[in-house]
Nanobody, 123 residues
Framework: EVQLVESGGELVQPGGSLRLSCAAS????????WAWFRQAPGKEREAVAT???????SYRANVKGRFIISKDNAQRTLSLQMDRLKPEDSGIYSC?????????????????WGQGTQVTVST
């Protein structure tokens, strides 16, 4: 079972940047879907950015143009570059890996998750 460990979360001022990393314990080709999720206090967890296969990427509308997700198979690392951060970007960010379900969707419910890293955007 793949183990995922996130790093890079910290306190940053609005307008600042952070780069999150997620180290995978095994070959990233073992999972088709890779994603960053976040959860703010009192809110449901939401997908921020997802990579399908090697090239297809989707972003949540309110981070598009500010966040970039990338995957380095050789380093077994999933990254999230976050620029022009806003207070509403605060939360626990977790990386996840999943296979495709029989419906052709990413089955993160049965996927692998890291413990998360805290991002706080505040003055």
């Amino acid at each position: 079972e793949v183990q995922l460990v996130e790093s890079g979360g910290e306190l940053v001022q609005p307008g600042g940047s952070l780069r999150l990393s997620c180290a995978a314990s095994e070959d990233m080709a073992s999972s088709y879907c890779w994603a960053w999720f976040r959860q703010a206090p009192g809110k449901e967890r939401e997908a921020v950015a997802t990579i399908f296969g090697e090239t297809d990427i989707s972003y949540r509308a309110n981070v598009k143009g500010r966040f970039i997700i990338s995957k380095d198979n050789a380093q077994r690392t999933l990254s999230l570059q976050m620029d022009r951060l806003k207070p509403e970007d605060s939360g626990i960010y977790s990386c996840a890996a999943a296979s495709l379900s029989s419906y052709g969707t990413c089955d993160f419910v049965r996927g692998h998750w890291g413990q998360g890293t805290q991002v706080t955007v505040s003055t």
